[in-house]
């Protein structure tokens, strides 16, 4: 295949035209997999010209929310990737990155209620991977001044990535800027290949690291023929749209994804697909969302805080019916810090984890408001204070106090009328 030789070619022209380290972006999917194994294979025959001088930065992006399946696979990879790096003494190197604790998925919709993304409100990939992606590149490029990135976008994925591929300027070595990162380049070595060409190398070469079969077997098993290239990518499609998503996207109506996989035998994620749609039935669901934004201002606003400890219990339940963990225990602790903020007297976050088992490594503090409700439980209306407790923490930092008012007011009328979960 002389376009294989030619993309080498390019590929060793380009490593050894200056001393930038290289960042491969890889997903797990088809096309950054070609990417990394020609440069890997690459990386083998510079080593025995002792030309080989300059490191490879490997990176993957791992959201915690990725479909098990997919995220079972790229761990395997990623380990399988750099033990065969070592014991070949490539100076190549695999990467991890993730987004803080207090960005996560979960510490977001269940923590501070944020709403599932959709369309208009796709906060997401910003949060999850733009952001940590950015810091890692950003140190690399402070400790080096400069870096290439090597995406496996190619022009046949798309119309709409066609356009983007060709409306990037690009320098006398075929290379763009990045679009937000100062001194990054950018380097596309297989935007010209077709799927044919791209399938025919992986299933007629075999990775240095190992088999692909595992890689085409996900592909056989679910829907689509896009990967979802990590942030890193700025060209890179919404995740909602391609093969390795989220399995909690709800920008899309249908995961397509996971019931094409439902469909070929993984019926063991039919509870993944059902909380999926839960989140977005919620979503749309005015009536479990507050009805003020957090700067106090009237309109459509976050879960409310009983609503996503009916989402946590859920998701839990969830977890016991996979079998797989869908949640750290880092998370279920900065949601209780996050529930504190927003008038929760009674641990409930830690609780509801403690119900099911799982072991948080923390000591559940005690609450002296708590304390004194239990002591004079008689005498007070526990269930109407906490509700108008969760009001004026949540509202604690508006300077409007007259809104306050008002929603403790239409809160106390709901409570008493029988439907205390509401603000009218």
């Excluded at 990939?125 to 402070?142: C, E, H, S």
């Excluded at 976008?153 to 990535?161: D, N, P, T």
């Excluded at 006398?172 to 990162?181: A, E, G, P």
């Excluded at 919620?282 to 479990?288: F, G, N, P, V």
């Amino acid at each position: 295949m002389n376009k294989i030789k030619t993309t080498k070619q390019n590929l060793k022209k380009q490593y050894l035209a200056d001393n930038r380290p290289w960042v491969v972006t890889f997903s797990g999917g088809k096309d950054s997999t070609v990417v990394l194994q020609l440069v890997v294979e690459m990386l083998i025959e510079l080593q025995k010209e002792n030309l080989d001088t300059k490191i490879v930065y490997v990176v993957t992006s791992d959201t915690f929310v990725e479909m098990p399946v997919i995220e079972n696979y790229t761990t395997d990879i990623i380990e399988k990737i750099q033990t065969f790096a070592d014991k070949q003494k490539l100076k190549l190197y695999t990467n991890l990155i993730t987004p803080r604790v207090d960005e996560t998925f979960w510490s977001l919709v269940l923590g501070k209620g944020y709403p599932s993304p959709n369309q208009w409100f796709r906060w997401c990939t910003d949060r999850m991977k733009i952001r940590p992606a950015t810091m890692f590149l950003n140190q690399l490029v402070g400790k080096y001044q400069s870096i290439l990135m090597l995406l496996g976008v190619r022009s046949a994925e798309s119309e709409s990535r066609a356009k983007s591929i060709d409306s990037r300027e690009l320098n006398h070595r075929d290379l763009s800027m990045h679009d937000q990162i100062p001194n990054a380049f950018i380097l596309s070595p297989v935007k010209d290949w077709t799927n044919a060409e791209v399938w025919t190398y992986l299933s007629k070469n075999e990775a240095p690291w190992g088999t692909h079969t595992t890689m085409m077997s996900l592909y056989d098993k679910g829907s689509g023929e896009g990967d979802c290239n990590i942030a890193l990518n700025p060209d890179a499609p919404s995740c909602g749209k391609t093969r390795f998503g989220c399995w909690v996207c709800t920008v899309v109506e249908k995961d397509k994804s996971m019931l094409g996989m439902i469909k070929n035998g993984e019926t063991w994620m039919e509870p993944l697909d059902r909380y999926r749609t839960k989140l977005k039935v919620y979503r749309d669901d005015t009536t479990k969302r507050d009805s003020r934004k957090r700067d106090g201002r009237r309109g459509i606003g976050p879960f409310l805080l009983e609503v996503r400890k009916e989402l946590l219990i859920s998701l839990l339940e969830t977890e016991k019916e996979v079998s797989h963990q869908l949640i750290r225990d880092e998370e279920i602790i900065q949601i209780q810090k996050f529930w504190d903020n927003d008038g929760d007297i009674e641990n409930s976050c830690l609780n509801i984890a403690l119900s099911f088992d799982r072991c948080i490594d923390i000591k559940i503090k005690s609450n002296d408001i708590k304390n004194y409700l239990d002591e004079y439980k008689d005498e007070i209306d526990i269930n109407l204070f906490e509700r108008i407790y969760e009001i004026e923490k949540y509202r604690k930092d508006i300077s409007n106090r007259y809104k306050i008012s008002t929603d403790i007011r239409d809160r106390t009328m709901s409570y008493f009328k029988g439907n205390y979960d509401e603000i009218e």
